[in-house]
């Protein structure tokens, strides 16, 4: 059964650092890329970037560009999202979730999602 | 950027009866258009990719159609559980996804 299992839910202060993990199982962790999505309390659904856990190719969206870093770690089967300064604006779920390797590719599972808080 | 408009924002039916959601692309994206499903405090589910084919586990009732800009997805006979936010979401533009701003479909 493929698996998307995230970390769990963070509470932050802004300028404060975070990495969130997403872990996949069920499958072969290096034939599919893994994306992260944003949403915004009440919000819709914002696509910020993706790696491919194979070579480490990573992509950004234009808007999530230098405000945040994923990687990955395929001897573990796990990908992560990384701020080094969190802002208020940040708090959001987030969720990640994988896509083919090969184009064109959609999202076909997804994480459980991770909230993320950041407050004074 | 491919920019995805959806249509009703909201949309009130009745159980047993059929929903029409609309999706329009800015430019072409082909086929290369899916369609989610997300309840409330759950995670988007995968319904349909490629505009028309259904993804593992999702009932006949749900179906997609359109090509180039303009897409539709049809729920034919409501269920409870249909009730839900439905985003669509283009991946013609490799590696950029955009999704629209979903719609709300509730019960009337």
């Known amino acids: 059964e493929v698996q998307l299992v995230q970390s769990g839910a963070e509470v932050k202060k802004p300028g404060e650092s975070l990495k969130i993990s997403c872990k996949g199982s069920g499958y072969s962790f290096t034939s599919y890329w893994i994306g992260w999505v944003r949403q915004m309390p009440g919000k819709g659904l914002e696509w910020m970037g993706i790696i491919y856990p194979g070579d480490s190719d990573t992509r950004y969206s234009p808007s999530f560009q230098g405000q945040v870093t994923i990687s990955a770690d395929k001897s573990i089967s796990t990908a992560y999202l990384q701020w080094s300064s969190l802002k208020a604006s940040d708090t959001a779920m987030y969720y990640c979730?994988?896509?083919?390797?090969?184009?064109?590719?959609?999202?076909?599972?997804w994480g459980q999602g991770t909230l993320v808080t950041v407050s004074s | 950027e491919i920019v995805m408009t959806q249509s009703p924002a909201t949309l009130s039916v009745s159980p047993g009866e059929r929903a029409t959601l609309s999706c329009r692309a800015s430019?072409?994206?082909?086929?290369?258009l899916a369609w989610y499903q997300q309840k409330p405090g759950q995670a988007p589910r995968l319904l349909i990719y490629g505009a028309s084919t259904r993804a593992t586990g999702i009932p006949a009732r749900f179906s997609g159609s359109g090509s180039g800009t303009e897409f539709t997805l049809t729920i034919s006979s409501l269920q409870s559980e249909d009730f839900a936010v439905y985003y669509c979401?283009?991946?013609?533009?490799?590696?950029?996804?955009?999704f629209g701003q979903g719609t709300r479909l509730e019960i009337k």
């Open positions: 430019q072409s994206v082909s086929s290369n």
């Open positions: 979401q283009q991946y013609n533009n490799w590696p950029q996804v955009t």
């Open positions: 979730a994988r896509r083919w390797k090969h184009y064109p590719s959609y999202f076909d599972y």
